[in-house]
């Protein structure tokens, strides 16, 4: 970064489960994860809070969120941000609080991402999250979120050939890891006959090709360099942070297959950390349908074009493989509540560069990588994270 830019570290994780929290408001969700990641810190006094959110105005009529979380964990006073970017909204909560700390403005920072989902009818759900995409030129035909993903999907198979069999190691790899997450929504695996016999949702993505509805919220704590060193013993630094955007309708783009905004933010983020591809140890890309995962491996450089679900078919995204994906579960796995999934990403990045991830434990993992999307693609958010050793 240019200028007198600070080194920013992450020293404090919580989370909410993810699933169906009837009994917890929106609020409810965000406070449990705030404290949770002071706790975690051992901090009590912030000076900022960042909160990803996509739906609260839709979904629990409720906007003015992030004061209103602010009051009630107890921050009342602190600067307090809603931050938008559709499903990337929690990673683009995270590049705010990083350039929050990085920039010197501020020495303590929660960054945020909440989301309640599931006490709202599947119609309205599904409205508001065609607000992803071209309001006056996709969804007000009538398509879903979901039906753009099939056609990009669709469009994949034919030009290189695949079957819709063929995407079933995604969905596997993602079940199995949230089997060993105690947070993930999912928490069994499933097999490949179960993948083929799920119901068809937009044909050719099935229920199993598709990540779940949530209610869920998780916070990070960020800091300086110097202060990290001082308050925690197992601080982990966030080597580079990048967005880039594309059109966010499907028939302007040039090539509807390759995620354009997801390669030059990768390429950003390699270049601000010092790394390439090769350097990553495990990705967190955002699997929010099984296409997705296919050509973010592809757009940020782990698998040429077309070759992406090679690697799903090999076994290569494993925990044990060349490069794990999902190593928690996954938007697939854990579950989606959109608004909070980039820090949810970021919180388990963390959990495997601490060696807290458990049986899901990236062995020697030093750096590892998480990526969120907004629409499809037309926003993706990077960040690369670091053990230190």
């Not at 920013?8 to 949770?36: C, F, M, N, P």
């Not at 683009?92 to 960054?111: C, E, I, K, N, Q």
């Not at 580079?240 to 966010?248: E, G, M, R």
Request: charge should be negative.
């Amino acid at each position: 970064m240019k200028g007198n830019s600070r080194e920013v570290y992450v020293v404090g994780i919580g989370q909410t489960a993810v699933g169906e929290h009837w009994e917890k408001s929106l609020r409810d969700l965000a406070v449990e994860s705030i404290l949770a990641s002071l706790k975690d810190a051992e901090v009590e006094k912030v000076e900022a809070l960042y909160l990803g959110n996509m739906l609260s105005g839709e979904l629990a009529e409720q906007e003015h969120l992030a004061a209103l979380v602010a009051d009630y964990a107890g921050l009342k006073g602190s600067e307090a941000l809603k931050v938008e970017a559709a499903c990337a909204s929690g990673g683009a909560a995270l590049r705010a609080g990083y350039l929050a700390v990085m920039s010197g403005l501020y020495d303590l920072v929660l960054v945020s991402g909440a989301e309640k989902m599931t006490d709202r009818e599947n119609g309205l759900v599904t409205s508001a999250l065609a607000m992803a995409a071209d309001a006056e030129f996709e969804a007000v035909q009538g398509i879903s979120f979901v039906a753009l993903n099939a056609l990009v999907m669709r469009r994949y198979m034919h030009e290189y050939g695949f079957k819709h069999e063929d995407f079933a190691g995604f969905a596997i790899n993602a079940h199995h890891n949230a089997a060993g997450n105690p947070q993930a929504m999912f928490q069994r695996p499933i097999s490949e006959e179960d993948f083929l016999q799920a119901r068809m949702i937009a044909e050719p993505i099935n229920l199993l090709d598709s990540s779940p509805v949530a209610d869920g919220a998780a916070t990070l704590l960020l800091t300086s360099g110097e202060v990290a060193k001082s308050i925690s013993t197992h601080p982990v630094r966030i080597l580079a942070s990048s967005v880039a955007t594309d059109t966010i309708a499907l028939h302007d783009r040039d090539d509807p297959l390759f995620l354009q905004a997801a390669s030059a933010s990768a390429q950003k983020a390699y270049k601000q950390a010092g790394v390439e591809a090769e350097d990553i140890d495990f990705f967190e890309l955002h699997d929010a349908f099984s296409i997705m995962s296919a050509l973010s491996l592809e757009a940020c450089g782990f698998a040429p074009r077309g070759q992406g679900v090679g690697l799903a078919k090999d076994g290569e995204i494993s925990i044990e493989g060349r490069i794990p994906i999902s190593t928690r579960g996954g938007l697939k796995g854990r579950g989606h509540p959109v608004g909070a999934s980039g820090v949810y990403q970021v919180v388990e990045v963390v959990e495997q560069l601490r060696g807290q991830a458990g049986l899901n434990q990236v062995q020697e993992a030093e750096i590892g990588m998480a990526q969120s999307l907004g629409g499809i693609a037309a926003t993706a958010i990077t960040h690369i994270l670091a053990r230190e050793s």
